[in-house]
């Protein structure tokens, strides 16, 4: 149980996707300026890193078992990943209409969101069978950690909008300096897990 809360907490905090390996920054950027389609991607995203991640830590195992992991991992998860943006939108679409015309664009690129793929080359990776609760807590940790940084972010985003920014500094900007201080935050955990 050790190796989960370790995987969990490592992967939301430590080394977190946004913040200590900057991917995702397109959407991380482009959708957090209102906390509620933040959080409808926050979502969104969780729910296909989740899924997307499990079924690829399986389908690892049998493209090694075919002998085809090296050249074909990478096509096998897109396609993975894709078909399940492609039921996310399907959902959002039909469940709630107003967050998908909010999400527009962003929803498609979660296909390609280095969030997503990234997490399932990792544990598409793990060869281990005994490791799945380590697959649990990196499946779990990375998109919360996602959403936990792309929450803070539009709340902060949100603030910034009313406040007096110097003109130089108004959007992607102050985002980015914002981001970057959020990192060095951040950054004061590594080393604790």
């Known amino acids: 149980m050790a190796a989960f809360y ?3 907490l490592g992967s ?8 200590a390996g900057y991917k995702g920054l397109c959407s991380y950027l482009g959708i957090s300026k209102k906390s ?3 959080f409808g991607m926050g979502v969104a995203l969780t729910f296909v ?3 997307s991640g499990l079924i690829s830590w399986g389908l690892g195992f049998a493209l090694r078992a075919i002998g085809i ?7 096998v998860f897109i396609l993975v990943i894709s078909s399940l943006v492609q039921l996310t939108e399907l959902i959002i679409k039909k469940f709630f209409p107003s967050l998908y015309k909010t999400l527009g664009i962003y929803l498609p690129l979660i296909t390609t ?14 060869s281990d069978p005994a490791s799945f609760l380590e697959v649990l807590g990196t499946v779990l940790g990375v998109p919360l950690g996602y959403f936990i940084v792309i ?3 539009s709340c902060i985003q949100e603030r910034l909008e009313t406040s007096n920014t110097t003109y130089n500094f108004k959007g992607a900007a102050i985002g980015l300096i914002t981001t970057a201080i959020m990192a060095l935050a ?6 604790v897990i």
Not at 69 to 75: C, Q
Not at 114 to 120: E, Q, S
Not at 186 to 191: A, D, L, N, P, Q
């Open 151 to 153: 929450m803070i972010f």
């Open 113 to 126: 969101n280095c969030v997503v793929l990234g997490l399932a080359l990792q544990v598409g990776g793990m």
């Open 6 to 8: 370790t995987a969990l």
């Open 69 to 75: 992991y090296d050249f074909m991992s990478t096509i």
């Open 36 to 38: 509620s389609s933040a």
């Open 186 to 191: 951040v950054y004061g955990f590594s080393g």
């Open 49 to 51: 890193c989740v899924l």
């Open 12 to 19: 939301m905090i430590v080394s977190n996707s946004v913040l």
